[in-house]
């Protein structure tokens, strides 16, 4: 029953109908259960059932890099050219290759030939795709601390709602467990990073980012916003006196700088050739199929100029934008971009947000000031720089999730970015064996 002066509520009402049915009271719920671990486990179900799913060249990547680490000996693991697929990740990716190919041999041996080229045995599919499925553990601990570590309390809507952001990711999904890519790992390391930052951990954060750079160096994007606030709140910290600074200083480079050793000191004496691999110039302004940024929209006013002006292509053969190819190209109306150029356009647009980070005093402030940081320094790095993969756009869209817990204000910059954002990854889901219906009908027929 009501107490007395309790406004009549129609929820009250059926609880107090339900109280009368049962023969005792029905308490209503306040809470959400903790359910982190079960919907991890639902989407690791998900992920499952998209094994038979399309497949892009990535798959093929992946398999031949497996071959590579496993068959050649390290000095030729970023010299070796057989395919086409080379290896242009930093080693720490190349070790964990290996590591996978130690498991893979037992699998099907088949797949670990270099000279096996586009092999996708049943085996080698299941093993590769079940991969990926097994290292988003990775990301789900990442998830797990950086929800701890926001604060953000469990058997709430907002944890639940963080839950559902992060482990059921469209775009993870999209690209890693249809497209193929082991982006969770990636991003759990990263989320890693930054919950070790949100706690003050920071040279565990500084370590385990320097980890990351050593897996995928695209992520040096976000090492800005790193830098300036472990310099701001860890160096420079008050109080510190300047041996104190100075002394943090040596600290962080030590720990920074520790992964890079581990990293490239096998590869000592094949440095330049190791990074003319990471950062292969020659590949063009714009990937073959263009990331939706400013070059897109830069390539397609030359198009148009060179339409309305009667331009043709050169007669030499030069490739041009819409060759369809990874390669260097020529604009035919308006001047050529330099990687100088994109690089530059890049820092510029970060400046404003790390100005901020590095004026602001109040810790609490700047942790969101951080996150805001990393994912416009993400963004920065996507709309403007060079040879930018239209998967790229997923390092704003997986931070800016926490961001989208934390504040409405970005919540609806989020919803914005994510709306876009997910939609140019459709294009990359074009086949039909995408219907897993036809291809469970295939098999029973």
Known sequence: MRDKGEPVNKNNRVIEKLSSIFGKPVVKRTSIPDCFWALFALSTCLKVLLIPAYYSTDFEVHRNWLAITHSLPLNRWYVDAT??????YPPFFAYFEWLLSQLAQ???????DVHNLNYASERTVYFQ?????????????????????????KKTQQH?????????????????????QYNGLLFGILLLSISALLNDRYLLSAFSF??????????????????????????LNKGRSILNTVNAMMKLLAVG????????????????????????FKRGLTHAYWAPNLWALYNTADKVAAVALRREKSKDGDPTTTSGLVQETRHLVLPNISPAVTFALTLAFM????????????TKRAKLIFLRAVVLCACSSFVFGWHVHEKAILMCLIPICLLALLDRTDAKYAYLLSVVGYFSLFPLLFEVDLILQRRIQRRLL
């Open 210 to 235: 320097a980890i990351l750079l050593n897996f995928k160096h695209i992520f040096l994007y976000m090492a800005p916003a790193f830098g300036v606030y472990l310099l701001r709140f860890y160096c």
């Open 83 to 88: 395919s086409e697929w080379t290896l242009d």
């Open 129 to 153: 795709r079940i991969s990926v499925i097994v290292v988003d553990l990775v990301y789900a601990l990442g998830v797990y601390s950086c929800l701890r570590a926001l604060g953000i309390a």
């Open 160 to 180: 639940l709602a963080g839950c559902l952001l992060l482990l059921f990711n469209v775009g993870l999904i999209f690209v890693d467990h249809i497209h193929f």
């Open 106 to 112: 037992y699998v099907d041996p088949h797949m670990l």
């Open 257 to 280: 700088l520790t992964p890079f050793v581990l990293s490239f000191g096998p590869f000592w004496h094949q440095i330049p050739q190791v990074l003319s691999r990471l950062f292969p």
């Open 351 to 362: 400046m404003p947000i790390l100005l901020k980070l590095l004026l602001t005093s109040s």
